[in-house]
């Protein structure tokens, strides 16, 4: 999955099919044309990038969409199952999609220079490449606060708390934790170790009290010992949020229906890990291309749900949480050059809205 401190991200990219051209529109319009899934009445017409149409079952029709997904992690990890996930429901909805591996900025790189449609990755690395925001990819970070030691936040004062870097999401996640218990950082000593790898080796080495890692490193601290999860990024800082879907302004006005399916389809995935194990590891499995076994997928599961990173409320996508990661991330110096501009300019939020509103609408067709 994304992370902030490590430019790693997911990519979406989508092209019409033949047929399927889109409109010209106006460079830099923050609000995409009228459409949408809320108000659009049941039929077979197949794909519009303008306006959805939905079958009888209550899901999109997507007959004629090419959809093309790029994953930017660098290889198939349990952790990217979501967007995995949310790629096999477009093709239920009869997209001829695909999943393609990147690495670090080049899925923005592509969608800026017109070879890729959108993307999704960590909100710095978007916005910097010019790109706006219409959805959720992953609403809160994965980290988690563990101890082998403690057992609440009510016993934080003078211990030693393992941080990455003054620039990772755990800065501000200690910030949440001292504030839940009372306590500034002077009360506690922070040590910064340079990565989340070198943070999780001194907890198994009992260098630290306490530390902030990735859920999937749960497993490893586990095989070490006890290890107590006192908190999580969820509720410690929820606005904190790992990454989100962009595209460029003109696409995002000539395509707002194919921006909601997106919207539509994670929504479908992040239900699928909320409420249906089973269906998760399964799709895990088949990402990894069996890499790992049902049962390493199980246990991945059961690390990575202590975060609470998808949850598929609608949450995470409001004008206060947006801005509230822009803040942060100008303050820590990852907010430059064109990523640098007020809100009504990168957040394009109907898309999302609009699929939030259906997808609540018409539970039955997506929750399954």
Known sequence: MARLIASTLVGLVLAAACGGSTPAATSGSSAPAATTAASAAPSTAG???????????????????????????GDATIGDTVVYITVQELKKWGANADLQLGSSNTTQLAVVSGQLQATAGPLPTDLDAGLNIFGNNQVHVDYLMVSSKLSSLSELKGKTVAIATTVSPDNYLLDGALAKAGLTRSDVKVQLTGSNGNSVNQMVQHQVDVAFVHADALGKLQKSGTVSVLANGATLEPWDADSYMTATADWLKANPATAEAIDLAWLHAAWVFDKDKAQWVQNAVAYTKKAITSAEASSGYDALAKAQPWPFDG????????????????????IKGQGDRPISQWAVTKPWTDAVAYFKAHAAAFEK
């Open 315 to 334: 949450s995470g996508m409001d004008t206060a949480t947006l801005q509230k990661n822009f803040d942060s991330a100008k303050k820590s110096g990852q």
């Open 47 to 73: 794909y519009s990038a303008t306006t959805l149409h939905f079958k009888s079952d209550g899901t999109p029709d997507l007959t004629g969409l090419t959809v093309h997904l790029g994953n930017a992690a």
